[in-house]
Structure formats: C-alpha cells, structure tokens
C-alpha cells in the first residue's frame, strides 16, 4: 500500500496492559478451556498475571452486568467476554445468546472500551468442542488477540 497513507491498526505487544475477563459457569467443562486458553493467550504477550482479573458468573445472559461493571470501573484497557450457549440444551437459546451479545455491544460502545467476544453460539455440544481446543481451534485464544490488538488501536485514536 502507498506509504503515503496512514495506517492505524493494533499490534500484539500487551505489556503493561490490564485485562478483565467475565467468564460464565454454564457449560464449564467448555468455558473453562476457553478460559485457560485466554489467560495463557494474555500472558503470552506480556500481560503481567497480577493485571488479569476474572469474574465467575452464571451464565452468558448475565456477562453483560459484569462486563458494564468492570468497564464503568476504567481499571482495564480492555474486557473479555466468555461463555457458552448451545442451542440444543435450550428453547431459550435465542434470548441467551442474543441478549449477550447485544448486551456486551452495547456496553461496548456506550464505554468505549474493547470487548473481546468469546461467548460460543452453538448448535451442539460437539460444536462447542471443536471450538474449544480441537479442530476449529479455540475461541479463547481469538478473543483474547482481539481484546490485545483493539486495546492499542484505541490508544493509537486516543492520542
Ligand atoms: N446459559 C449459558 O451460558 N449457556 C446455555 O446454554 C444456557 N442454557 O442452555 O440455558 C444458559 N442459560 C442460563 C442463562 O444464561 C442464565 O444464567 C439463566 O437464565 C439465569 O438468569
């Protein structure tokens, strides 16, 4: 691209940078792997362990809450949101899933602060595996790497 032209975009240096993370309890067994794979996706570019904070919840309809909390407290210079919804072990898949999502959205927005989304919306629990570790990868690491990169492209508008 012409040199000329200036290009904003976030690298992967997270030194120094402080992380919350709102993990569900619902399906654990999965979003446990999402979590360990997060905070090791964190610590493997920097982060310090004393600057990551995680918060249990109980399922992904309420991250939302926890994530506007952690946001409105401006201790971290981005959030990550992790859970797991999978549409066969519930009719109310839909409301879960969408109230999650639109809920981290917008406090995303009204806060302005960077929400990594890593809350899986799945059809089966074999879905969620593949998503968790296996073939499809791990939904953990991709959330923390866009919580990293869009916390220094802010700090690159900010300034
Ligand atoms: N929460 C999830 O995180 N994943 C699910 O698959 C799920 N199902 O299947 O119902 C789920 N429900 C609980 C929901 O998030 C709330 O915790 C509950 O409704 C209490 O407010």
Same mark, same amino acid.
């Given at each position: 691209? %012409?040199?000329?032209?200036?290009?904003?975009?976030?690298?992967?240096?997270?030194?120094?940078?402080?992380?919350?993370?709102?993990?569900?309890?619902?399906? %654990?067994?999965? #979003?446990?792997?999402?979590?360990?794979?997060?905070?090791?996706?964190?610590?493997? &570019?920097?982060?310090?362990?004393?600057?990551?904070?995680?918060?249990?919840? @109980?399922?992904?309809?309420?991250? @939302?809450?926890?994530?506007?909390?952690?946001?409105?407290? &401006?201790?971290?210079?981005?959030?990550?949101?992790?859970?797991?919804?999978?549409?066969?072990?519930?009719? &109310?898949?839909?409301? #879960?899933?969408?109230?999650?999502?639109?809920?981290?959205? &917008?406090?995303?927005?009204?806060?302005?602060? @960077?929400?990594?989304?890593?809350?899986?919306?799945?059809?089966?629990?074999?879905?969620?595996?593949?998503?968790?570790?296996?073939?499809?990868?791990?939904?953990?690491? %991709?959330?923390?790497?866009?919580?990293?990169?869009?916390?220094?492209?802010?700090?690159?508008?900010?300034?």
């Amino acid at each position: 691209m %012409d040199d000329r032209i200036k290009t904003i975009e976030g690298d992967f240096s997270a030194r120094g940078l402080r992380f919350g993370i709102v993990a569900s309890r619902f399906n %654990d067994f999965i #979003v446990d792997r999402l979590l360990e794979a997060a905070i090791g996706t964190l610590t493997k &570019h920097g982060v310090a362990s004393a600057d990551i904070e995680v918060v249990r919840v @109980p399922g992904a309809y309420e991250t @939302p809450l926890a994530i506007k909390k952690l946001a409105a407290s &401006h201790r971290y210079q981005a959030l990550i949101a992790l859970g797991c919804v999978i549409r066969g072990a519930t009719a &109310h898949f839909d409301f #879960v899933a969408g109230e999650a999502s639109r809920g981290i959205a &917008h406090v995303s927005l009204t806060e302005e602060i @960077p929400v990594g989304f890593g809350i899986l919306t799945v059809d089966t629990i074999e879905q969620a595996i593949e998503r968790a570790g296996t073939k499809a990868g791990n939904k953990g690491v %991709d959330a923390a790497l866009a919580a990293i990169q869009m916390a220094n492209v802010l700090r690159q508008l900010e300034q």
